[in-house]
Antibody, heavy 123, light 108 residues
Framework: QVQLKESGPGLVKPSETLSLTCSVS??????????WSWIRQPPGKGLEWIGYIYHRGSTKYNASLQSRVTISSDPSKNQFSLKLTSMTAADAAVYYC???????????????WGQGTLVNVSS | SSELTQDPALSVALGQTVRLTCRGDSLKTFHATWYQQKPGQAPVGVIYDTDKRPSGIPDRFSGSTSGNTASLTVTGTQAEDEADYYCSSRDRTGNDVIFGGGTKLTVL
């Protein structure tokens, strides 16, 4: 059973960069056909996919966030990370990391999620 | 990217059947996934690839699709089914992942 756990600061200042890490256990982030995503949820609102990293470091980002997002991985630590620049109050959210087993191009299936970490944005 | 539209809230009497819907152009091409989220918890998948249930999900949860609308049906709703439900698919281009706005299901 794959387990994921987010870590990082709970408070970021406006205009600064958010850095979060997802630690994976029970599975390898180097596995083929597995995509490692970041998803966020503002308080009281819905889910928003941020992007993913997969096989040998290829990435794909939500078009609306692409200019501010970087997802990277550290296979030696079995971790992947999120950087989101120019943070504003609108970026305050619970940030989840999740695994998608890319078994089909016709659907997306996040079968494992971290517990989520709340990030506030305030000076 | 395209959108997925869900009813913001629904209610159902204990033991009755309720259908949650998710509409979007992308669903003509891509298959829906449904997630259940209880307060303070991460989402849990209840249906993937339109109508498949992962292990551990009760068979009272079922999925279907027609045209641009995907449905999640809960038959014999239990008190523990009270939660927010989100649908998801790829967008029309197949590049991005999109979520519906969510349906808050209340069990009376």
């Amino acid at each position: 059973q794959v387990q994921l756990k987010e870590s990082g600061p709970g408070l970021v200042k406006p205009s600064e960069t958010l850095s979060l890490t997802c630690s994976v256990s029970g599975g390898s982030i180097g596995s083929d056909r597995v995509y490692w995503s970041w998803i966020r949820q503002p308080p009281g609102k819905g889910l928003e996919w941020i992007g993913y990293i997969y096989h040998r470091g290829s990435t794909k980002y939500n078009a609306s966030l692409q200019s501010r997002v970087t997802i990277s991985s550290d296979p030696s630590k079995n971790q992947f990370s999120l950087k989101l620049t120019s943070m504003t109050a609108a970026d305050a959210a619970v940030y989840y990391c999740a695994r998608e087993a890319g078994t089909s191009p016709f659907y997306v299936w996040f079968d494992s999620w971290g517990q989520g970490t709340l990030v506030n944005v305030s000076s | 990217s395209s959108e997925l539209t869900q009813d913001p809230a629904l209610s159902v009497a204990l033991g009755q059947t309720v259908r949650l819907t998710c509409r979007g152009d992308s669903l003509k091409t891509f298959h829906a996934t449904w997630y259940q989220q209880k307060p303070g918890q991460a989402p849990v998948g209840v249906i993937y690839d339109t109508d498949k249930r992962p292990s551990g999900i009760p068979d009272r949860f079922s999925g279907s699709t027609s045209g641009n609308t995907a449905s999640l049906t809960v038959t014999g709703t239990q008190a523990e089914d009270e939660a927010d439900y989100y649908c998801s698919s790829r967008d029309r281009t197949g590049n991005d992942v999109i979520f519906g706005g969510g349906t808050k299901l209340t069990v009376l």
